[in-house]
């Protein structure tokens, strides 16, 4: 059973920081990209980053450049988000998903594995 799982989430002060990260089993994902998309009540889940099968590309949505920052070890199968200066507009929760392919891809098509969530509040 694949699985991919979230921790790391929860509630922070404006200007502060959190890291997330996804654990995944049942396969290794080693060889594809992934990304951590996010979503708030009445929205779909936008991007947020996303990181190439080896590391050598990442993207960042405009409104997280220079403030966040993805990460992967294929070793432990596992990818990260540092996120830094944190804004109460950064509510959400943030899902961790694989893509079917080794490349990035900022739409959600791309990806067909999810984790179950992480809240992240960031208060005023």
């Known amino acids: 059973q694949v699985q991919l799982v979230e921790s790391g989430g929860g509630l922070v002060q404006a200007g502060g920081s959190l890291r997330l990260s996804c654990t995944a089993s049942?396969?290794?994902?080693?060889?594809?990209?992934m990304a951590w998309f996010r979503q708030v009540p009445g929205k779909e889940n936008d991007i947020v980053a996303a990181?190439?099968?080896?590391?050598?590309?990442?993207y960042y949505a405009d409104s997280v450049k220079g403030r966040f920052i993805i990460s992967r070890d294929n070793a432990k199968n596992t990818v990260s988000l540092q996120m830094n200066s944190l804004k109460p507009e950064d509510t959400a929760v943030y899902y961790c998903?694989?893509?079917?392919?080794?490349?990035?891809?900022?739409?959600?098509?791309?990806?067909?594995?999810w984790g179950q969530g992480t809240q992240v509040t960031v208060s005023a």
């Open positions: 998903a694989a893509s079917q392919s080794n490349l990035v891809y900022t739409s959600r098509n791309y990806y067909n594995y």
């Open positions: 049942g396969r290794t994902f080693s060889s594809v990209a």
């Open positions: 990181i190439r099968w080896d590391g050598g590309f990442k």
